[in-house]
């Protein structure tokens, strides 16, 4: 398997502007994640999904932020309008079982940078 | 609300030592806990996942201690090699999801 894929690798962006992230998870797994990481705050739990419904999005920090996952093998992560707080690395993960339990294969990352 | 302490400070030790981690936790008692390893530009993979009634878990040159009582985690890498050099982050769980440290930079030199 290809594991986690995720797009842009990186995204430069003005303030105000619409950003899309994608994510295709590894096949079969039930579970996905996005993540947010910052030098300051680390590794931060945004929204998670189960069979493609959304789950926990407490994470989310408000509502310029919007994520669906429309089938098994994709979803979406986007900020309308961005910021230049929301420059971070934003990671994909999915898993077989619930998070706690079992591992998390996480993808690459996509680098958003907000001028 | 949930805390998870790890050493901010880089970790810097000579190959062949033995590298040991801190992970300290408050205000909460996960019933798992898992470690992860990051090197720069890439995502985290996992290491090693303890759960609270097992007090020690080993893979290879990898040892992880789980102590409840005191809320902390302990991550040792044997023999530690160069090509270990990366962030280490702990990951102890909140009920459906993992919470994870700001991690520790290891540094390994020959």
């Known amino acids: 398997d290809a594991g986690v894929i995720q797009s842009p690798r990186h995204e430069v962006t003005e303030m105000g502007q619409e950003v899309t992230l994608r994510c295709k998870p590894i096949s079969g797994h039930d579970y996905l994640f996005w993540y947010r990481q910052t030098m300051m705050r680390g590794l931060e739990l945004l929204i998670y999904f189960n069979n493609n419904v959304p789950i926990d999005d407490s994470g989310m920090p408000e509502d310029r932020f919007s994520a669906k996952m429309p089938n098994a093998s994709f979803s979406t992560l986007k900020i309308q309008p961005s910021e230049p707080r929301d420059s971070a690395v934003y990671f994909c993960a999915s898993s077989l079982v619930l998070a706690y339990s079992g591992e998390l294969f996480f993808g690459e990352g996509s680098r958003l940078t907000v001028l | 609300s949930q805390k998870i302490e790890q050493n901010s400070e880089a970790l810097n030790i000579q190959e062949g030592k033995t590298a040991t981690l801190t992970c300290n936790y408050t205000n909460y008692s996960p019933a798992y806990l898992q470690w992860y390893r990051q090197d720069p530009g890439r995502g985290p993979v996992f290491l090693l996942l303890?759960?609270?009634?097992?007090k020690e878990k080993r893979k290879e040159r990898l040892k992880v201690t789980f102590d409840t009582t005191l809320k902390q985690s302990l991550f040792h890498i044997t023999a530690s090699q160069p090509a270990d050099s990366a962030t280490y982050l702990c990951a102890p769980a909140h009920t459906d999801k993992l919470i994870f440290g700001t991690g520790t930079r290891l540094q390994v030199f020959p």
């Open positions: 303890i759960r609270e009634n097992e």
